[in-house]
């Protein structure tokens, strides 16, 4: 996949003293891409689309959205996916809902939710670590802890198959 990302933002030309071809930059406009049709969008951009549709069922505010751990048990198979969400400004207004994580199972293409194991608020606004600890075939430890001011780590084990 992240070969085909590479190859849709870089073209390629010939250099005229060798063989090889050099990569170019891709000219703007040269490869416009309408960003709301799902059809359009690149399996990475759908995964984002997919896990920010699931947090706006949470809270509708909610507007940034990345993958912050992958998991796979095995070579084919749906994969689970560690999901950060906040609002658009990440200004914090009393509610910690306004930033939430989640754990996912995804399909092998890594272009949708297939199931919603947890969401969650932050317990940190803005500063808190979450990450997959172990990891089997049929559940996953995730652990929290506040990143500057010392909070106590907690552990979380879900059956995620």
């Not at 751990?69 to 009393?94: N, S, Y």
């Not at 199972?105 to 317990?123: A, C, I, K, M, Y």
Request: with cysteine; hydrophobic share 40%.
């Amino acid at each position: 996949m992240l070969l085909a990302l590479l190859v849709s933002d870089v073209g390629c030309r010939r250099t005229p003293d060798t063989d090889h071809v050099a990569p170019r930059a891709v000219e703007p406009g040269l490869h416009q891409v309408d960003s709301t049709s799902s059809s359009a969008l690149g399996g990475e951009d759908r995964l984002l689309a997919s896990l920010r549709t699931v947090f706006q069922e949470k809270n509708p505010k909610l507007a940034q959205v990345g993958v912050l751990d992958l998991k796979a048990w095995d070579f084919v198979g749906p994969r689970l996916v560690l999901g950060w969400a906040i609002v658009r400004d990440h200004t914090f207004r009393g509610d910690f809902n306004d930033e939430m994580f989640g754990v996912f199972v995804v399909n092998d293409s890594l272009t949708r939710v297939e199931r919603v194991v947890d969401t969650f608020p932050t317990g940190r606004w803005f500063d808190e670590e979450v990450r997959f600890g172990k990891f089997t075939g049929d559940s996953v430890e995730v652990l929290r802890k506040g990143a500057t001011y010392g909070d106590g780590p907690s552990r979380r084990v879900y059956k995620w198959q």
